[in-house]
């Protein structure tokens, strides 16, 4: 099973991006995920959540103006930025609980960079 991020890159304050992580292999379902995100000389810290009936969670910094989403048919998980501030500047990873053939196991992504510019 492997993890791909995508969807990072610069914007200026007050910009949107869409992070995509796409989970690839022996894939039989996709439930619980989660974006984390780590800015430099910080800790990594949890943004958001989805839990398997998808019901989501959110740092409060980011509330209402992040929104985390899966589509399972494409095994696929979403994070929709919106209203970005300097602050969210971070390299973002997602983490999701995948169902195989034979076990259950969280997965991590590699990463992808959010550049927010005043």
């Known amino acids: 099973v492997q993890l791909q991020a995508s969807g990072g890159g610069s914007v200026q304050v007050g910009g949107s991006l869409r992070l995509t992580c796409e989970a690839s292999?022996?894939?039989?379902?996709?439930?619980?995920a989660n974006w984390f995100r780590q800015a430099p000389g910080k800790e990594r810290e949890l943004v958001a959540g989805?839990?398997?009936?998808?019901?989501?969670e959110y740092e409060d910094s980011v509330k209402g103006r992040f929104t985390i989403s899966r589509d399972n048919a494409k095994n696929s998980v979403y994070l929709q930025m919106n209203s970005l501030k300097p602050e969210d500047t971070a390299v973002y990873y997602c983490?999701?609980?995948?169902?195989?053939?034979?076990?259950?196991?969280?997965?991590w992504g590699q990463g992808t960079l959010v550049t927010v510019s005043s």
């Open positions: 292999g022996d894939i039989f379902k996709i439930t619980k």
């Open positions: 989805i839990d398997t009936g998808g019901s989501t």
């Open positions: 983490k999701v609980l995948v169902t195989t053939t034979f076990s259950t196991n969280y997965y």
